[in-house]
């Protein structure tokens, strides 16, 4: 006989509550696999405990009980060693150690202090693990969180209400299955509820996005500065050590370096410079160590341009870039040319390298670090700086002092007379016997090289006595770009052209659903700087293009860009709205946020002049259906339209009648409904005028009335009931009336 | 008549024709006819306590004159014996072997007058005919009549030579009911009119057996919401807590309560119990099921103190609203 009500006992509420902590720490696990922790089997082991412990909750009967005894005083020594072990970093073990507690905290049976306690692990295991990656996965997490933790709070104060002791039921796990929990769950489910729920979240949702919105410069990092944790190995390379044929070993790397927000695409592959490698070691090159020690170390906010990447002109087209480097990429920013003034979100410690160009952070960055650069402008030549004065000729014999010694270190060549001799013999083909210019001597050195050569990644040097780059050189072999420069800048060096090697990144996949350039570890490539005496550093490209022989090479796929619409595949997609998240949230300033209210503003504006046009065509398209003899096309968009109200219209009603008739079959519903019932019962027994007795006896409900209503609503069958809305209409109207009769 | 077509406010209709009919002759009792005919609804027996002279056979007599079916009355006395009351097996010579005689609780309703002047042997023999509504005899099983109400009657202040029933016996009862003295005005109504004998009752019968058995049936059908169950048992639990009472009502009587509310309910056109039912029913239903811990000499005293203390409870628990 009547509905069945779903009812818990305290020890579902135990289960519910149960689950919904292992949720949040599962959840709160999501972003710890992002960190650098070490220790990656506990990790896992604990992520997979967890998870397990979700999936089948009575797998926690069987830990034994020496187990709950013993699990603090190993957890005080786990620790301490930890932090002893980790030395002075103490961002790991901490994380570790949250890490391993939540891990007991899911495990264990839990009363209402356990449940507080988890909650708040989790939380922190979130926040720390979302500032230190800063990913866009945070943002899911904590919109997914946001509302699990809510509900378990609720579970949790419900819980409390039975006031049972002790908290923990005896067995809770006994007996369970996941399909008798989920219809005894189901049966709490009540669309009011979740309609009401999901408003309120879609409420706090927009009023956080508001708050977000009013508030610029939101600086999770800077926010939380002891969570800064630096990398302890870089990812790819490019550091002042890197070695002759680094940058080949990272090509086959395709996750993205860094990504890059420019004014417009480029039609030429873009040359992201990092670091100039200028001595030769006999193996190949190096960053020199004088080059190294002349870097200016400073901690800035903004700096303007090292000297050799400085802009003597402006003009108005040149735009502001701005580059999303991934963490552990390098410690080195990849620059696109010249530029006015670089930008970090916040202060930076840093090395400047004014005559190389280059600009380095102190520390190998973590997660993504970003930087904007004001009036950028590429250029095909690097301009003179005061440490290029000796290696002009005008100025005399180069003298002696470090600068005259660093001139000698930009021509140094292999000391061995054979190799010397090999080059003096390429050199004396290339020229002819002719006094070139750099740009022609570069331009012909390069079709000596790539003449009768291909791209290659594998490329097997034969063996021999003679430098490495020669002996490629003499095999006619295919080679790489690593190759190609170094012959290269041998063969200027020869000729007596100081030049270095540059390392970096060349082209880029352009994305299209967002506009920028994703720089993948694959794009990474080496290239030639020779010094011309008026010009200053000019750019040369020794490695031959992707469609000659032996495969493709770095920088080539970037030429045709323009031709097409840009990477627009499902990767990309997802890479875009890492994009967004870094543009809109991360890196969200007062022009953004201009920027961004802007954007509402036109789109809410364009949405309201779409409806006020759409209305205006069809009240034209009415007045010229009654001024003008009606046509079959006038009469096909009536009749359409007049079809299209009338189904929405039979679909509402559809629907509210569904509603309503499920309001009666939901268990939720009908509760709802006699409580209602009741509270008007109440108010009108309270009014003046009532026709029900005061007392408790038996009342004889008046026939006809409201009250009979109301009573056969509270306490009669469902399927008897009147309508309730207009039961609780009709007795509003009887309060107000006795009401204004009794005044 | 069906169960189905029967609705409650025909069920209600004819119980007012019932009562009407019984108030023609009882005057100013019109709460305890009602008591007594939510009691015959919900098919239950009834106890009616008072001094004598107050009218107690009368309102059996009524009713059984008003229902149309068979009414005995059994003079309950120290030396009656069970076969007087059941019926007795003699020996028949032409058959050459024994018969059955019904006894008088073979009827439709039984007045037991003063219940307890009988031995207890005798009164156990009542009282398991009206739980089982039949009985066995000589290995034959013979049903009662259908509807089957027991009317007994005891003076709870004479208890000279008498044998009080045990709680477990009085657990058979749905009610007791107290008959009490008529108002001024009935009184001066009934002195006008003068005495009449049984016989001269001009009361007529308005309702059929078989109608009434309908009307019974229809009880159990009326609807109990969870808060008014839950209502019901919060009350009947206070009793099991209170500790003047030696103890709580049974489980026996918590089922007698609802059916006691439902048949209350139906009694005024309803298909469903309010709460105000059971407040209703508690003290009819509940009252004779309880002892007190310290019994007071007087069962008078005894009565009115459960009774304080019913109300007590009743009072401190919350209508579901």
Redesign the interface.
């Known amino acids: 006989?009547?509905i069945p009500?779903a009812k818990l006992d305290y020890r579902d509420l135990y289960q519910i509550k149960w689950i919904l902590g292992g949720l949040l720490s599962v959840l709160a696990m999501w972003n710890v696999f992002a960190l650098d922790l070490g220790f990656t089997w506990l990790v896992w082991g604990a992520a997979s405990l967890m998870a397990g412990a979700l999936l089948y909750p009575p797998l926690t009967n069987g830990l034994p009980a020496w187990f709950w005894k013993m699990q603090t005083p190993l957890i005080v020594v786990f620790v301490v060693s930890d932090f002893i072990l980790a030395g002075g970093d103490y961002i790991p073990p901490l994380i570790r150690m949250i890490l391993l507690l939540t891990l007991l905290r899911t495990l264990q049976p839990r009363t209402r202090r356990e449940d507080l306690q988890l909650l708040l692990l989790a939380l922190i295991l979130l926040i720390v693990s979302g500032v230190l990656t800063l990913e866009i996965s945070f943002a899911l997490q904590v919109v997914l969180f946001t509302p699990l933790a809510m509900l378990y709070l609720f579970v949790i104060s419900l819980a409390e209400a039975f006031g049972v002791e002790p908290e923990v039921p005896e067995e809770p796990w006994n007996g369970f299955s996941w399909r008798a929990f989920s219809q005894r769950v189901r049966g709490l489910f009540d669309a009011r509820l979740i309609a009401f729920g999901g408003m309120l979240f879609v409420f706090l949702t927009v009023l956080s996005a508001g708050i977000f919105i009013s508030l610029p410069r939101f600086e999770l990092g800077q926010a939380l500065p002891f969570l800064r944790m630096q990398a302890t190995a870089s990812s790819t390379g490019f550091s002042e050590d890197i070695r002759f044929g680094d940058v080949v070993s990272i090509l086959n790397n395709n996750a993205v370096a860094f990504r890059a927000d420019v004014p417009e695409r480029s039609t030429s592959p873009i040359y992201w410079r990092m670091m100039a490698l200028d001595e030769y070691t006999g193996e190949g090159f190096v960053m020199s160590e004088v080059a190294r020690s002349v870097g200016r170390r400073m901690s800035a906010h903004t700096l303007s341009a090292p000297s050799a990447l400085r802009r003597h002109e402006t003009s108005p087209e040149d735009g502001d870039w701005t580059l999303y480097l991934e963490g552990g990429v390098s410690r080195f920013l990849p620059i696109p040319g010249l530029f006015d003034t670089l930008r970090f979100q916040n202060r930076q410690d840093l090395t400047v390298f004014d005559g190389m160009g280059a600009v380095s952070l102190r520390e190998l960055p973590a997660n993504v670090s970003f930087f904007q650069l004001t009036r950028v402008r590429e250029v095909a030549a690097l301009p003179r700086t005061e440490s290029d004065r000796a290696l002009l000729r005008s100025e005399g014999e180069r003298g002696s002092g470090a600068l005259a010694a660093y001139a000698e270190l930009l021509l140094g060549l292999p000391d061995d007379p054979r190799n010397r001799r090999i080059l003096e013999e390429a050199v004396e083909k290339i020229a002819g016997g002719e006094t070139l210019s750099v740009q022609d001597f570069g331009q012909r050195a390069i079709a000596y090289l790539q003449h009768n050569r291909g791209y290659s990644l594998e490329t097997r040097i034969p063996p021999g006595r003679e430098d490495p780059v020669l002996r490629w050189m003499q095999a006619g072999l295919d080679g790489h770009c690593e190759l190609y420069a170094a012959a290269l800048v041998l063969l200027a060096r020869a000729a007596g052209h100081p030049a270095r090697v540059i390392v970096g990144f060349a082209g880029g996949d352009w994305n299209g659903f967002e506009n920028y350039y994703m720089v993948r570890h694959l794009h990474a490539h080496a290239w030639t700087e020779i010094f011309d005496q008026d010009l200053g550093w000019l750019h040369f490209e020794p490695t031959p293009a992707a469609d000659g022989p032996g495969g493709s090479s770095p920088g080539s796929d970037a030429a045709d860009t323009s031709r097409d619409l840009g990477d627009r595949t499902w990767a990309a997609y997802l890479d875009s709205l890492r994009v967004i998240w870094f543009r809109r949230v991360v890196n969200f300033d007062r022009a953004q946020q201009a920027e961004l209210i802007q954007g509402v503003r036109q789109s809410v504006g364009s949405i309201g002049e779409g409806v006020r046009e759409t209305l205006r065509d069809a009240l034209a398209a009415i007045r010229s259906a009654f001024e003008n003899p009606l046509t079959w096309r006038d009469a096909g968009w009536i009749l359409r339209n007049l079809a299209i109200a009338a189904f929405v219209w039979v679909a509402l009603r559809f629907l509210y009648g569904w509603l309503r008739g499920r309001q009666f079959a939901w268990p939720g519903g009908a509760r709802r409904t006699?409580a209602e019932a009741?509270?008007w019962?109440?108010r009108l027994r309270e009014a003046p005028g009532s026709c029900l007795p005061p007392g408790?006896?038996?009342?004889?409900?008046p026939e006809d009335t409201v009250e009979e209503a109301l009573?056969?609503l509270?306490?009669?069958?469902p399927p008897?009931w009147p309508a309730p809305a207009e039961t609780f209409q009709r007795a509003r109207q009887t309060l107000r009336e006795r009401r204004r009769a009794a005044r | 008549m069906s169960q189905t077509t029967l609705s409650a406010p025909r069920v209600r209709e004819s119980m007012d024709r019932l009562k009407g009919n019984i108030a023609k002759i009882i005057r100013g009792k019109d709460s305890l006819i009602e008591d007594v005919l939510t009691g015959l609804l919900a098919s239950g027996h009834i106890l009616i306590e008072d001094l004598p002279g107050l009218g107690k056979t009368s309102l059996a007599y009524c009713l059984a004159r008003s229902l149309d079916c068979d009414f005995t009355r059994i003079q309950f006395t120290s030396d009656l014996l069970p076969s007087d009351v059941i019926g007795v097996s003699i020996y028949d010579e032409r058959e050459r072997g024994f018969i059955f005689q019904k006894g008088p609780i073979f009827s439709n309703i039984v007045l037991a007058d003063e219940i307890n002047r009988a031995t207890p042997k005798t009164q156990s023999a009542l009282l398991e005919a009206m739980d089982r509504g039949k009985v066995s005899q000589d290995g034959e099983t013979y049903p009662m009549g259908e509807p089957f109400m027991v009317f007994a009657t005891q003076n709870p202040v004479d208890y000279e030579s008498t044998f009080p029933l045990p709680e477990s016996q009085m657990d058979r009862f749905l009610m007791r009911l107290h008959m009490g003295y008529p108002g001024f005005e009935d009184e001066l109504e009934i002195l006008r009119n003068g005495f009449l004998r049984y016989d001269q009752f001009d009361v007529g019968p308005v309702l059929k057996a078989a109608e009434l058995a309908a009307l019974q049936a229809r009880v159990p059908a009326v609807f109990l919401e969870d808060s008014v169950v839950r209502y019901l048992l919060k009350i009947i639990g206070a009793t099991r807590t209170e500790t003047e009472f030696r103890a709580g009502a049974s489980t026996r009587a918590s089922l007698a309560l609802k059916t006691a509310a439902q048949a209350s309910a139906l009694m005024r056109g309803r298909d469903f119990v309010i709460p105000e039912d059971v407040v209703r029913m508690v003290q009819p239903v509940l009252g004779h099921r309880l002892v007190l811990r310290r019994p007071p000499g007087d069962a008078m005293e005894e009565r009115h103190t459960i009774q304080s203390i019913l109300t007590r409870l009743v009072d401190r628990i919350p209508l579901p609203v």
């Open positions: 006989m009547g009500l006699r009741g509270r019962l109440r408790v006896e038996s009342p004889e409900i009573y056969q509270r306490y009669g069958p008897s």
